[in-house]
């Protein structure tokens, strides 16, 4: 130190230093859930399109953790079960509304793509010329500039498609000559609208009158009851197996059957199509009058096989009314609908219809005892 220096015998230091750090803020509580409406708002969502999906069950929370199938489906019991039809603008309305919500919730995991790359400091030097770098090819040692990268990522790109397109032709070949189709149906509506990340089939049938052939690429409904059939008698046989070999014998269509159908070649009989028109089926077994009655007005006004499919909910409803609503009854009292379970969606349909009736029946007591 110099002894010269005037602020050495300054009995205290002219500027004090606070070691202390500034107080962190609180911390951010993120936003709780609305409710349908406020999450709907500015959407084009009717108000009674809302009241509707809540008197369903659903909740906001609910809604934000269905993938956009599960939505679709939600749509789809919605507008069948109310008679209301929801229009096109509502239906994106109510994907977007989620997403939204999605989003103000829980907005660091919608950036997180945006910061991935952010994060690693990539140095100006290091990166310039990386387009014109040429790389040496491994196995003859030539050298591949950026075009010639291009050109054989193209190349191979080219070869994945033209394999692919000679597969599916193949296939389309074999589904021809055999009369049947393959198993590209899927558990769509027909609607032909991807509103996932799975791309929608439609139907491999049309709707057809009784006894009507189909023409071009597609099979009619009698066709469609012909596979029921043919899955019975896959049921026997593998019964009559499972008995001669001692195992357990199934009693109904299960995995099992659908397994030996394709065994001995009848791999257009598979579980997601057969489960798909199961109560179509059950229709056209338990009344099939009706059934009848129906082909012929669908097929009129030109609907396609989803709409048809979705009107055969209604007719079984009714019949299970008939039997206290115990649609498995129905079933189980049918000798070929007994070896078939029942649709999940159809259970839930006859449920709803009771518990409406149940409604009906007390609300019109109490409004005969006031009238006393």
């Known amino acids: 130190m110099d002894p010269t220096d005037p602020y050495n015998h300054s009995p205290a230091p002219l500027f004090k230093w606070d070691p202390r750090s500034p107080p962190l803020p609180p911390p951010l509580h993120p936003s709780a859930p609305r409710d349908l409406a406020d999450v709907f708002n500015g959407y084009g969502i009717r108000y009674l399109t809302v009241i509707h999906i809540g008197e369903l069950g659903f909740t906001p929370s609910t809604l934000l953790g269905m993938r956009d199938e599960e939505l679709d489906d939600m ?57 014109e770098e040429r790389v040496q090819h491994e196995s003859g040692g030539e050298v591949i500039t950026d075009k010639g990268k291009r050109s054989v990522t193209c190349k191979k790109k080219s070869n994945k498609k033209d394999k692919f397109k000679k597969k599916k032709k193949a296939a389309t070949e074999v589904a021809g000559e055999g009369g049947q189709e393959t198993d590209s149906d899927s558990e769509s509506d027909g609607s032909g609208v991807g509103y996932g990340t799975e791309r929608q089939r439609e139907h491999p049938f049309i709707v057809t009158e009784p006894g009507e052939v189909a023409r071009a690429k597609k099979n009619g409904l009698d066709y469609l009851f012909h596979l029921y059939e043919q899955c019975r008698g ?24 659908f397994r030996y159908a394709k065994k001995v070649g009848a791999s257009y009989i598979n ?101 006393f």
């Open 75 to 131: 749509m789809t019991t919605l507008s069948h079960l109310f008679r209301w039809e929801l229009l096109v603008g509502e239906r994106y309305g109510i994907k977007a509304a989620v997403r939204a919500e999605r989003r103000r919730l829980d907005p660091a995991s919608f950036d997180e793509g945006r910061r991935r790359f952010s994060d690693v400091p990539l140095d100006a030097i290091s990166q310039e010329g990386l387009s």
């Open 271 to 371: 579980k997601p199509k057969m489960r798909h028109y199961v109560h179509c089926y059950a229709l056209h077994c338990l009344d099939e009058e009706t059934s009848n009655a129906l082909r012929r007005e669908y097929k009129q006004r030109g609907e396609n096989v989803g709409a048809w499919r979705l009107a055969c909910y209604q007719p079984i409803v009714v019949i299970s009314a008939q039997h206290n609503w115990d649609v498995d009854a129905v079933f189980n009292a049918h000798p070929r609908l007994s070896i078939w379970y029942v649709p999940t969606k159809l259970r839930q349909l006859c449920h709803l219809a009771r518990n409406h009736a149940s409604l009906n029946v007390v609300g019109s007591s109490t409004s005969v005892s006031s009238m």
């Open 234 to 257: 896959f049921l026997v046989q593998v019964q009559a197996m499972a008995k001669g070999q001692g195992d357990k014998c199934p009693t109904k269509v299960t995995n099992q059957v």
